[in-house]
């Protein structure tokens, strides 16, 4: 598809006041050439199709910058669980089960649902990254995905070298849809020594590092006993913030862990949900903020959560927020930035989040015909307060239609979803 | 339409063992006749009609215990702003415009948005009560409807003939699809005297009380001020709560405000979306439910909400417990429990909640052949921690079917949708 003029409500996320009730959209290829007044694109461009949606709002296409898509296999295999009994006894027996072909077909399901409701982009860390960039290739996507280093498993020195292997194979596919980032898991699974190795790789290979960083109370403790140390401070120390570092939770900050991260341009991947449900505490997300640390949103793993919906997950950050530290908190349109903008600059995407020209059409449609959207006050309110995943009507990724009046264009969804059946269920059985 | 027979999965609430996962429920007119394994209705039951939905989960209708439906009408009208200044300058101005007409289609459209988000009871609290029962009458839903009361303003007296006449006229009507109840504001906005001769009023008549009550700290240190006591305290002492009472919100609480609610047998609203986005806190919900208190979910109004989605309700429910008091804290299977039977229970509706032969059939059907929800490994937690409004396919509230693969069937949408942008800009305009 080579000329698309799609006209809607445009809600570009340039700023608060920007918004064309009706607005127009002029595409050509992958990119954004107008963005405007109904009618006000240059007569020069010659649409080949019009995409009219008069009751839609059309806006960036959301950025999930914390998941472990192929998790989805998990969903709903063991909910409410302490911690770590939850981990030993649940997730991880099932993961080790887990083939390079079940990781396949869970990412797809993942990515089917996150086209369903919305997200664009995601930063993935999980295991077999290979077949996670083949389905993002063939899903359509946009995918930032990190090898999980767990540096003291056995397989420690194996990942890294898969990871590596994934830079050379996989660093810019799709046209620039995949970018490649070190995984390594927290400070507490990864020793000083391998943290500063993968830097080292990171470093020499012109890529980023996406890591947990203080997602729970415990973990503040072990590396306490272990280093002396805040976990921020200690990975400060290794030297692993120099670069591109987005760091995953953030739960538990001193005011110095803060001040690291803003100096040291570390960007925040905030998950509420699973920060939620998983009794981890509250982010000091507006205290990150005020001080200029870029932070996106995130679902996490659907294990955790139960859904990868990020509809859901803004609504959540703004409550959550507002539970703990006043009313006025995190207002709608800074959630919606998070989700969108800031999203896209943490994971280093630079023309993704925004709609202006020049950017790359990533976008969807939300169907604003239905009564919740009812009276239309405030788009940005009924955004992130009154939306939820069934809202999204259309998706675009890099010019492609990914899918059309809610049916998915590249992903076989009833095939996937019977594949994961199969599967999660055989392995649960295997028990 | 007088005998069908669905055939899905069956989560009846009537245990957390209690499933079919090929099961059937046969109705005649506006009772369940049988539930069980498909094909075990009895050879007697000739269905004339057949409703096969292999893919759907049939659980019963959710509960709605408190809302202002008409507050649609409002949404993302103000937000992100203190509880004071929102209602002083913004919410009170609004509603005093609101005609009886306005009120009229407020609640229609709530009512549409709550079929299509598989509530099928609410417990409402507004004006002109008389235009809401209309609209439930016409929507074809359950509702218990509570003519809003504030002593201290000067219609009180005025309102509060307004209610005994809805009891006179609507207790009862649609064949009980309505019920009335009182609805004294709260503690701080209603004298003693007047809160007593509600009570009077009320058991003369035979019916309940909804009252707001110890819903923010503000509230409790008026209240403290004013009479010496707690919220509770003080309504126990003037004998408020000799009946059928349901409070909503009930936040902060003493131990000894737990133990009265308990022994009072006063049924709790809990509003957790309304309350983390207000500031107002988080509800003690496993301790008043390890008294034995009923206790059931509500969204408040669409004005601090902003929707009347009852599975985001059930969601945030559990994330604000978890969030707070543990990870095992309030599971799934009790999050439905208070969306249905318990909700039911303490509105006083005894043949709602379930989905056992005799009961009302009150029931919906969510679509799970969508890809977040696979692997199916449970069915709970899918309903709370995956599940959104837009999942639900179908809905029948007295045996007679108000939504069939996502279209209402009594509510003309596009029409009420209309009326209420157009009603609700006019109102917002005039200021």
Chains 1, 2 share one sequence.
């Not at 340039?14 to 595409?27: C, H, K, L, N, V």
């Not at 409701?117 to 993002?136: E, I, N, Q, R």
């Amino acid at each position: 598809m080579a000329k698309i003029l799609i006209r809607a409500m445009v809600l570009p996320m340039t700023g608060p006041e920007d918004f064309y009730p009706e607005g127009e959209i002029a595409i050509e290829n992958d990119r954004i050439l107008f963005v405007g007044e109904k009618g006000s694109t240059p007569d020069s461009f010659v649409p080949e199709r019009i995409i009219d949606l008069p009751d839609d709002v059309v806006m960036p296409g959301l950025i999930n910058t914390h998941t472990h898509a192929a998790m989805t296999m998990l969903r709903s295999y063991a909910d409410d669980l302490p911690l770590m009994p939850w981990l030993q006894t649940k997730i991880w027996p099932f993961e080790d089960k887990l083939s390079d072909e079940d990781i396949y077909w869970g990412t797809l399901l993942a990515l089917g649902e996150m086209i369903q409701s919305g997200t664009t982009t995601m930063l993935d860390m999980y295991a077999s990254m290979s077949h996670v960039a083949k389905a993002v290739l063939e899903a359509g996507t946009r995918g930032v995905l990190a090898r999980g280093l767990i540096g003291n498993a056995p397989n420690g020195e194996k990942a890294l070298a898969e990871n590596i292997e994934l830079v050379r194979e996989y660093h810019g596919a799709g046209k620039g849809r995949i970018q490649i980032m070190f995984g390594p898991h927290a400070p507490y699974t990864c020793s000083g020594e391998f943290l500063q190795r993968v830097k080292q790789e990171a470093d020499r290979l012109g890529v980023g590092i996406h890591i947990h960083v203080a997602e729970t109370e415990d973990e503040i403790g072990t590396i306490k006993e272990q280093y002396g140390k805040t976990p921020v401070q200690w990975l400060d120390e290794l030297g692993l913030f120099g670069g591109h570092v987005v760091a995953a939770h953030c739960v538990h900050l001193t005011e110095e862990d803060r001040d690291i991260l803003a100096q040291r341009k570390v960007c925040v991947a905030h998950n509420p949900e699973s920060n939620m449900k998983l009794n981890s505490g509250t982010a000091p997300v507006p205290e990150l903020r005020s001080r200029g640390v870029l932070v996106g949103l995130g679902t996490d793993g659907a294990s955790s959560n139960n859904n990868l919906d990020m509809f859901g997950e803004m609504r959540s950050a703004a409550l959550q927020q507002k539970l703990t530290k006043g009313a006025t908190t995190l207002p709608a349109y800074e959630v919606l930035q998070m989700a969108t903008v800031d999203g896209a600059r943490s994971l280093g995407l630079k023309d993704v989040g925004m709609l202006v020209p020049g950017y790359k059409a990533d976008l969807i449609s939300i169907d604003f015909d239905q009564p919740h959207f009812y009276p239309r006050f405030s788009v940005p309110a009924h955004l992130v307060y009154v939306a939820h995943a069934g809202d999204v009507r259309t998706v675009m990724v890099d010019g492609e239609l990914l899918m059309e009046e809610r049916q998915l264009k590249t992903i076989d969804i009833k095939r996937v979803c019977h594949e994961v059946e199969k599967r999660a269920k055989a392995i649960a059985e295997s028990f």
